[in-house]
T-cell receptor, first 112, second 115 residues
Framework: GDSVTQMEGPVTLSEEAFLTINCTYT??????LFWYVQYPGEGLQLLLK?????DKGSNKGFEATYRKETTSFHLEKGSVQVSDSAVYFC???????????FGRGTSLIVHP | DTGVSQNPRHKITKRGQNVTFRCDPI?????LYWYRQTLGQGPEFLTY????????KSRLLSDRFSAERPKGSFSTLEIQRTEQGDSAMYLC?????????????FGPGTRLTVT
């Protein structure tokens, strides 16, 4: 069946380091792709999205590009901050289903 | 509108008791989803509504779980005869049918602990 696979965490970085969190998906249709962020004790917040191939989603310095040829949607940020420490979830929606599929999440820890 | 709200935020109950959670979606959103999340995992789909109609339920959803959305606005999730394995965060999310991107807006969750 359809799935979303994320790199395992935790990812531990120093402040101002470059971040990449890998995400790949399988789908029979053409889904929309999302990154959500979850801070401790809270629900998920939509971070960015892309709805078609080659679209780039961006928000708060984070970016991800919808790559249909590699079925990937990797999350990147050029310079992380301590406040970016959270769990990041890659997800897909649509593409023939109203039920979104979430990855298992990747914990990011940023040290000062 | 300030977003999706869920009540209570925390619930501790003894095994065998029934519990009910409430979700109030963003007012113009006509789709509402319930998820369960355990530590270190992503949200696991339980069920969803479009307006007041429950359109799909997960095959993993025990018959002890029931959800309603009687007027197409708020929703309730009830768990009967709770078990320790039901301990988890229960998340509600809402979305707009007309949104072509299928993005969802989540509430803060209800953390259930079954002792």
């Amino acid at each position: 069946g359809d799935s979303v696979t994320q790199m395992e965490g935790p990812v531990t970085l120093s402040e101002e380091a470059f971040l990449t969190i890998n995400c790949t998906y399988t789908a029979t249709g053409y889904p929309s792709l999302f990154w959500y962020v979850q801070y401790p004790g809270e629900g998920l917040q939509l971070l960015l999205k892309a709805t078609k191939a080659d679209d780039k989603g961006s928000n708060k310095g984070f970016e991800a590009t919808y790559r249909k040829e590699t079925t990937s949607f990797h999350l990147e940020k050029g310079s992380v901050q301590v406040s970016d420490s959270a769990v990041y979830f890659c997800a897909k929606g649509g593409g023939g289903s109203y039920i979104p599929t979430f990855g298992r999440g990747t914990s990011l820890i940023v040290h000062p | 509108d300030t977003g999706v709200s869920q009540n209570p935020r925390h619930k501790i109950t003894k095994r065998g008791q029934n519990v009910t959670f409430r979700c109030d979606p963003i007012s113009e959103h006509n789709r509402l989803y319930w998820y369960r999340q355990t530590l270190g995992q992503g949200p696991e789909f339980l069920t969803y509504f479009q307006n007041e109609a429950q359109l799909e339920k997960s095959r993993l959803l025990s018959d002890r779980f029931s959800a309603e959305r009687p007027k197409g606005s708020f929703s309730t999730l009830e768990i009967q005869r709770t078990e320790q394995g039901d301990s988890a965060m229960y998340l509600c999310a809402s979305s707009l049918v007309s949104s072509l991107s299928y993005e969802q807006y989540f509430g803060p969750g209800t953390r259930l602990t079954v002792t």
